[in-house]
């Protein structure tokens, strides 16, 4: 049987820890990353791009002294990238030093498939370890359809089966975070296994509380203009709005340059620090102007 580990002792112990190391969680995150531990269900963060949903496997992982085991998704993974494979070099070797010895091709056949030529990729490494462990499922939507029954076994049983092997069953269940961005719709099978929580970008009171932890050096009064040009940009049609990470930065590019004032010429100078794409910084010059 998994042995439980007791990630959060309550929704309020949730939200002292995670402050602690820099991530300001809401009721609704403290309690929901609070149950995933308590329950031992994986837990699906959905929102835009930039909003704290890895972050918040980030500072689960550094609060509670846990490694933190991720597998990036995109279109493409496969089984060998997010499970196992084997090392078929290694195994071609070993076959190669066999031959002409009095070993059997059964015995042979036994002998690479073992530990010693399993390379273990991250869903497999998390269920394998019996140390405390953050599984980071990133991205999950980006990846295709079938990957997904790649999780279920995982996220059913925490489990995984190696038909060489046979089934792998985690010692220690790991916290896990399944992000997405809601590109597409995920399956309800997936779904239906997962805690949900949905994370959007926060008012500006919480941005605010956000920047200043962040960065102390900025005066409040900028801090708070910024906070404001920043929710301004989001509400523009763009193709990225700008994620809480980039109001952060932009906060830290003030310090370092030393503007004393978010004024219409500082905020063109430093707009590439919150905004990528040129269409975007060209539309955002042109309506803060608009309504400066």
Same mark, same amino acid.
């Given at each position: 049987m998994?042995?439980?580990?007791p ?32 329950? #031992?269900?994986?837990?699906? &963060?959905?929102? =835009?791009?930039? &909003?704290g949903?890895?972050e ?10 846990? %490694? ?7 279109e ?54 019996? #140390? ?6 990133? %991205? ?7 990957? #997904? ?27 896990? &975070? ?10 309800e ?17 919480? #941005?605010?509380q956000? &920047?200043?932890?962040?960065?102390p ?19 523009? /049609?763009?193709?990225?709005? =700008? ?25 063109? /100078? ?9 269409? /975007?910084q ?9 309504r400066?």
């Open positions: 998994p042995q439980p580990s990630w959060f002792t309550s929704p309020a112990d949730a939200v002292d820890r995670l402050a602690a190391s820099g991530y300001l969680a809401d009721e609704a995150t403290a309690t929901t990353a609070y149950l995933a531990g308590a329950l #031992e269900k994986p837990l699906l &963060v959905e929102g =835009p791009a930039g &909003v949903k890895t918040l496997a980030k500072a689960v992982a550094r609060v509670t002294g846990a %490694e933190l085991v991720r597998l990036q998704c995109y493409g993974l496969d089984e060998a990238r997010a499970l196992y494979e084997w090392n078929y070099k290694k195994q071609l070797l070993r076959i190669q030093a066999s031959q002409g010895s009095d070993q059997s091709w059964s015995a042979t056949h036994d002998d690479i498939f073992t530990d010693e030529f399993l390379l273990t990729r991250p869903l497999l490494t998390a269920i394998r370890r019996d #140390e405390p462990t953050v599984l980071l499922v990133d %991205e999950v939507d980006k990846t295709d359809v079938e990957v #997904e029954g790649l999780l279920l076994e995982v996220l059913s049983d925490f489990q995984v089966t190696i038909p060489e092997l046979g089934t792998v069953a985690a010692l220690r269940r790991p916290f896990v &975070v399944l992000t997405s961005n809601a590109s597409r719709e995920l399956s099978a997936v779904k239906r296994r997962c805690l949900y929580l949905h994370l959007d970008y926060p008012d500006a009171a919480r #941005e605010l956000i &920047v200043s932890s962040q960065v050096d900025l005066e409040d009064r900028i801090a708070g203009r910024l906070v404001e040009t920043v929710g301004r940009l989001r509400d523009l /049609d763009l193709k990225k709005a =700008p994620s809480i990470a980039e109001s952060v930065d932009w906060a830290r590019t003030l310090v370092a340059l030393e503007i004393g004032e978010l004024d219409e010429k500082a905020v063109a /100078d430093t707009l590439g620090v919150v905004l990528k794409h040129v269409s /975007d060209e539309k955002a010059i042109k309506e803060l102007r608009l400066s």
